[in-house]
């Protein structure tokens, strides 16, 4: 049987017209649909780093059930420009390499969007292929999502401790509550350990995470609840 010259011409365009297709329709499934595992978490599993549990904690929660103090201290804490940017923070990108160019602290730009399109999508090693990845499924984000369903999506999986994935899991581990009844100090304290749930504890918090929820706390204070005021 053989094969016209017009069909082999054609597979390759199907085949990447496919892979083109394919982050779009996943992308856009979980705007409507609680993704049940993501990267991060699988990875987590496969390759334990030190002090992982046997077993994680994760209980999905709505926004509306999430504390609005909660909501502001993690966009006070890691990108407050999160209201008003399309994903990509691109005055923040340019003062990073800036820094990062001149011998200053190596620090990276990532939005709010940018986080949670590497947590669900993504590997954590750094290269110039996943950050394109990375900014490419964050514009898709941004295109078929709202800003509530980010912030949303973002709280429900993150880490906040070793195998304690979002803000639920947290919040009962750590004050034993629900996150609904969060309160500002105890928000911007969860907020404090973001930058790495490994070496930072919301249940032991050395006099740096003060620190930070104090700055937070702050910074909080100062952008005020009309700052972030979602409608899903």
């Known amino acids: 049987m053989t094969v016209s010259r017009s069909l082999i011409r054609k597979w390759p365009i199907r085949v990447l017209l496919a892979l083109l ?25 496969l390759n334990p780093p030190q002090g992982y549990p046997e077993n994680s904690q994760q209980i999905w929660v709505p926004l509306e059930q999430i504390s609005p103090a909660m909501q502001l201290a993690v966009i006070a804490s890691e990108d407050q420009k999160f209201p008003l940017h399309w994903g990509l923070d691109l005055e923040s990108i340019s003062d990073a390499l800036s820094d990062n160019e001149n011998g200053g602290r190596v620090r990276g730009a990532s939005t709010l969007t940018q986080q949670t399109a ?11 292929l996943r950050k394109g990845l990375e900014a490419g499924l964050t514009v898709l984000m941004e295109t078929l999502w709202n800003k509530p369903r ?12 070793p195998g304690i994935y979002g803000v639920e899991a947290a919040s009962q581990a750590y004050f034993h509550k629900s996150a609904h009844h969060l309160s500002a ?3 911007a304290r969860l907020a404090a350990v973001l930058p790495n749930p490994y070496r930072m504890s919301a249940a032991r918090p050395s006099h740096y995470v003060w620190q930070r929820t104090h ?18």
């Open 21 to 45: 297709l394919f982050p779009v329709l996943l992308v856009l499934a979980i705007r409507f649909i609680d993704p049940a595992v993501w990267m991060w978490q699988i990875q987590r599993s």
């Open 118 to 128: 590497k947590n669900l999508f993504l590997w954590p090693a750094k290269s110039y």
């Open 150 to 161: 980010i912030l949303e999506v973002y709280l429900n999986i993150v880490e906040f401790g």
């Open 185 to 187: 100090t105890e928000a």
């Open 215 to 232: 700055w937070i706390t702050n910074q909080m204070r100062m952008l005020g609840p009309s700052h972030w005021n979602p409608v899903l």
